[in-house]
């Protein structure tokens, strides 16, 4: 297992040794703000910098998100600007660097977060920017992780395969949320695990479908089209409560979780450091001035509130799950004990 770890902070090594190295090519955008008076922009172009491929499930929702919040407050056009690299980092590096009044938002998710508290307490990678710099205001995208594989394998094959050799799993670079949550779950059990980096869900996804790894950890968003078709099946929810909404060609499945009362029968223990929340939050430069964030909070709510968000997000089956302001920091907070703990167990070996 120490190989194995050695390997999995090698490879955070590199890939954030790039990040660290690149810069923007040229300015995004005019240094963007509030007006000094200390005003805010009444009407104009709000960008929404979501860190991750186009695609995706972060991707999809800010831009379901954008759509929404477009028609329902047509004074500001908001619109997407994907900027990709270092699985997050690099979106994160450039945003914590504007200016506290701009009009610039951020995608944050958790696993940046998590990757960057793991990083600086343990020095996994180069992290040379400030997550608390970026202030979460609003959830829109809350998931459930699952665990897919190729049709017929079943978690006792799993937990086979990782206790006589290793799991490959894709979804997530190294130390990501889905690969902390998997990860540690199969060490707890006894198993060993790698993850092999693909760049966004799509690739994840196809490469279970390849037969280039053994298990996909994914977002429902990511793999919902592919279960109904019978290409891969959900095994596993990364949860404490069985998961209800897939349907297969055979029909309808329950998901069982990996805690609590419906626990996987085939699971030795109970893993709740494995659940880790997922998905992510509109934020602002911490240090905006508090009619901004108030205002996004509130635009975040009537998004919400509307049946062409919230109907959307049931029919890819993401959770509903309305925070805003000081509830979403806390949980932010709460996840990162539970990233911690998971971290622990993976270098553990356990």
């Not at 955070?12 to 200390?38: F, N, Q, Y």
């Not at 919902?224 to 297969?248: C, K, M, Q, Y």
Request: neutral net charge; charged residues 20%; contains cysteine.
């Amino acid at each position: 297992m120490k190989k194995a770890l050695a390997v999995i902070l090698t490879l955070v090594l590199v890939l954030s040794v790039i990040v660290a190295c690149r810069k923007d090519p040229a300015p995004r955008s005019p240094a963007p703000g509030a007006a000094a008076t200390g005003t805010i922009m009444q009407s104009g172009t709000i960008r929404i910098i979501t860190p991750f491929g186009v695609g995706g499930t972060h991707d999809a929702t800010t831009r379901r998100f954008a759509h929404v919040a477009n028609r329902l407050f047509p004074q500001y056009n908001f619109i997407i600007d994907n900027m990709t690299g270092g699985d997050g980092f690099l979106g994160a590096d450039y945003f914590a660097s504007l200016p506290p009044n701009t009009t610039d938002l951020f995608k944050l998710s958790y696993g940046i977060v998590f990757r960057h508290d793991i990083g600086r307490a343990h020095g996994t990678e180069v992290v040379v920017f400030d997550r608390h710099a970026i202030q979460p205001v609003a959830v829109i995208d809350d998931r459930t992780w699952i665990a897919y594989a190729l049709p017929g394998t079943t978690v006792e094959d799993i937990l086979r395969l990782s206790r006589s050799g290793q799991v490959r799993m894709s979804g997530g670079n190294p130390l990501s949320d889905p690969h902390l949550a998997f990860a540690s779950l199969i060490i707890a059990e006894g198993g060993r695990s790698i993850v092999i980096p693909y760049d966004g869900g799509a690739m994840q996804r196809q490469a279970l479908i390849n037969k280039e790894v053994d298990v996909f950890i994914g977002s429902t968003q990511a793999g919902v089209e592919e279960v109904r078709a019978g290409l891969i099946v959900p095994i596993l929810a990364i949860s404490d409560v069985a998961f209800d909404g897939f349907v297969t060609p055979g029909g309808p499945i329950v998901v069982p979780p990996v805690t609590g009362a419906n626990r996987h029968p085939t699971l030795t223990r109970e893993h709740p450091d494995s659940v880790l929340p997922g998905g992510g939050m509109i934020s602002v430069r911490r240090g905006a001035p508090q009619e901004w964030v108030d205002l996004h909070i509130r635009i975040a709510r009537a998004v919400w509130a509307d049946p062409e968000y919230h109907q959307w997000i049931g029919e890819i089956m993401l959770n509903r799950l309305e925070l805003y302001g000081a509830d979403v920091e806390n949980r932010v907070e709460r996840g990162v004990e539970r990233a911690m703990a998971a971290f622990d167990i993976l270098a553990a070996g356990r």
